[in-house]
């Protein structure tokens, strides 16, 4: 993803105006974010998870859970996501409860912008 | 059920400390054999990307193999149905983002619940949208910009790239918190993309057909 949308930008196609997040964006850390920008809090992104069917045990979603953890802590994931223009959440982040967390969060913050504006499946 | 519980009960009395053994050796096996990522989407789109790159770093972890299963459909539906359905052993677990295990939910008729059907195991990566606009656009900062588009309602367009509804929602968001006006138009994903709505940049499309992962964007134009 860096990689194709800069060269836009740097090929003078595109002006990048901000990164609708809290923090500068490692893959482009010139872009200002959107608070710097000024609109404050015009949050959005994709971000990615791993999930077990309901039901299945602690230890087993522990074992998975540490086994993760362990991954993203490694320099070559680590580089590795980063050349995909991902940015890994802090280690406290990397758990079941974040994860719940910021699942409803979301949804509680876009289900009825999508409900209002009517988007559905094609 | 209570009977059963008293007979475990009354097992467990009589066998001691060693009658939790065979439910804690069943776990400590974990796992015993292959596990299978299902990724709901593509191989070679960003998904598939990430998982293959956890996939390889996980599976020394675990001591097991680690199978990628491509299941695309309906958004990531499919794939994602296909894990609410599986045993929950930790033998098949469901890689997604904010779309397939949020988003998803409102858009589509889904016979899960993103919610109710799945157990979090962790937060992988995040990568924002962004906001971009053809360089010829007569505004060098988000403030002009949206001063610009002020002065112009209903003029501009924003082209939002990927099968993905969060940059369009993020335009339907931004126009709400900054009380600006201006249509949206989505495009298909690269690599299958071969149009795009945003005038005068349709001749650099092919550099985002080789872009490695998919491009979130909102391009104003």
């Not at chain 1, 309901?54 to 320099?75: C, F, M, W, Y």
Request: net charge positive; with cysteine.
């Amino acid at each position: 993803m860096a990689a194709g949308s800069l060269v836009l930008v740097r090929d003078g196609y595109l002006i990048a105006y901000a990164v609708t997040a809290k923090t500068r964006w490692a893959a482009a850390p010139d872009i200002p974010t959107i608070d710097e920008a000024g609109v404050p809090g015009l949050y959005a992104s994709v971000w990615h998870g791993l999930w077990a069917p309901k039901g299945t045990p602690r230890e087993v979603i522990t074992r998975l859970n540490s086994a993760v953890q362990a991954a993203l802590a490694d320099a070559t994931v680590r580089q590795r996501f980063a050349d995909q223009g991902q940015d890994i959440p802090p280690r406290e982040q990397q758990t079941p409860q974040a994860l719940a967390a910021q699942q409803k969060a979301e949804i509680e913050k876009w289900w009825p912008i999508i409900k209002a504006a009517n988007i559905k499946a094609e | 059920m209570a009977s059963y519980i008293a007979r475990r009960k009354f097992l467990a009395t009589l066998l001691g400390g060693a009658a939790g053994w065979p439910f804690t050796a069943r776990a400590q096996a974990y796992p015993s054999r292959p596990i299978t990522i299902v990724v709901p989407f593509p191989a070679g789109g960003p998904t598939d990307t990430l998982a293959r790159i956890l996939a390889e770093h996980v599976r020394i972890s675990l001591g097991q193999s680690v199978i990628i299963e491509n299941v695309s459909g309906a958004g990531g539906s499919i794939g994602v149905g296909r894990v609410a359905r599986a045993a929950p052993d930790g033998y098949t677990v469901s890689i997604g983002h904010s779309q397939t295990h949020g988003l998803n939910g409102a858009i589509y008729q889904l016979p899960y619940d993103v919610v109710k059907d799945f157990e979090p195991v962790s937060l992988l990566a995040d990568t924002p949208i962004w906001i971009v606009a053809r360089k010829t656009l007569p505004a060098k900062d988000l403030r002009e910009l949206i001063a610009w588009l002020k002065e112009n309602p209903g003029k501009a367009t924003a082209g939002t790239v990927g099968v993905l509804a969060i940059p369009e929602i993020t335009g339907i968001y931004f126009q709400k918190k900054t009380g600006t006006s201006f249509s949206l138009c989505r495009t298909a994903a690269p690599p299958r993309s071969t149009k795009i709505c945003w005038p005068g940049i349709s001749t650099s499309i092919s550099v985002w057909r080789r872009a490695p992962s998919c491009l979130c964007a909102m391009a104003i134009s």
